[in-house]
């Protein structure tokens, strides 16, 4: 916070605005030399940064953090893995499914579907983890308990074009614009056959995509369609991220899917991320690793505050399950990101 000066008293000053436009500069009282400095973002970044290097120490996976609104990346670990290495993202996928299912109007806000826990098409492998519901699930409620029966049974709504086209629409298979020629572009092949289908829709097999991709498609739901270019602050100078794509879809479908996201922290499988007194919206995933070893990658995304986002970022573990692993990691993340900004969790 800025010092105040006395109106009465005459001050020779220069003052200039940091990168984010705040006030900073030296005023000249007599003998007296009063310093006010705007805190630089940068500080708060590095003390990030920080943060996460230490966080991560002796995990495997990735984490990138942004600001959804302007495209600006606030800490990152191992780039490499969020740009260039492309796994399957499980049921953090389950966003693109319920876009397709909104927007081509194969499901109302009304329909509801009892989970029966086992999908007919796939089997026990992919039987729902989620707590027993009694009552029948609403696609909101569907995707904050990530419910495979619901979304398996409801692929076979979409044809396997549509689906493959709104994974392209919310861009997966292209590389993550702007970030050199190591960037990937993932893997989206979507079966003909139902069970193909589904597993594709569950973000499973056929489907492979990087961290910077999976953080794109997300945070459209918090900007309601605006994806900017990630680009990464440099200091004495604010550059602000191009718009990369715009997507269009009803306000309808942006309502559903922010509840359904919010639900998710709230009640469903990305408790783990919650932050008291703030609103986070997020999705969990967990994919078997295509080692067919048994062993599952884990996943978080999200963004905060619901009703004006500033914070989005994935959490990815090569080892673990959303629910458990990969969302309280990101909740660390955020209630750290909150207590910087003075906002105590």
């Excluded at 499973?204 to 270019?229: D, K």
């Excluded at 007194?277 to 978080?300: I, N, P, Q």
Aim: hydrophobic share 45%; glycine share 10%; charged share 20%.
């Amino acid at each position: 916070m800025e010092p105040r000066v006395c109106a009465s008293t005459r001050a020779l000053a220069h003052v200039s605005r940091d990168m984010r436009g705040r006030r900073s500069g030296v005023a000249v009282l007599g003998t007296v030399v009063l310093v006010f400095l705007a805190a630089p973002s940068l500080q708060a970044q590095e003390n990030l940064q920080r943060f996460l290097n230490a966080l991560m120490r002796g995990r495997h996976g990735a984490v990138i953090v942004t600001n959804p609104g302007t495209g600006e990346i606030r800490a990152v670990w191992n780039s490499k893995a969020v740009f260039e290495l492309a796994f399957p993202p499980g049921s953090a996928a389950k966003l693109v499914e319920s876009v397709a299912l909104l927007e081509e109007r194969k499901i109302s806000a009304t329909d509801r579907i009892h989970c029966r826990r086992v999908p007919e098409l796939l089997g026990e492998p992919y039987h729902c983890s989620h707590p027993f519901v009694a009552s029948p699930f609403d696609l909101s409620l569907a995707l904050a308990h990530s419910c495979n029966y619901f979304f398996a049974a409801l692929s076979v709504r979409l044809p396997s074009p549509t689906l493959a086209h709104w994974y392209a629409v919310l861009g997966f298979g292209t590389a993550v614009g702007g970030w050199g020629a190591g960037a990937n572009p993932g893997r989206v092949r979507i079966p003909e056959d139902a069970a193909g289908k589904a597993r594709a829709a569950l973000g499973e097999a056929t489907v492979l995509v990087t961290p910077a991709q999976m953080l794109l498609a997300h945070s459209a739901i918090a900007t309601r369609g605006r994806v900017l270019r990630l680009w990464t602050p440099r200091r004495g100078r604010r550059k602000g991220g191009p718009l990369l794509r715009e997507i269009e879809l009803r306000p309808q479908t942006f309502d559903i899917l922010k509840a359904g996201l919010e639900e998710c922290v709230r009640s469903g499988t990305g408790q783990g991320a919650a932050v008291e007194g703030v609103r986070v919206a997020g999705k969990t995933g967990t994919a078997a690793a295509l080692t067919r070893s048994g062993t599952t990658h884990a996943w978080f995304v999200g963004y905060a505050p619901v009703e004006r986002p500033d914070i989005a970022l994935v959490a990815f573990l090569e080892r673990g399950t959303g629910a458990r692993d990969a969302a309280p990691l990101a909740g660390r993340i955020l209630r750290h990101h909150f207590l910087l900004k003075g906002r105590k969790p």
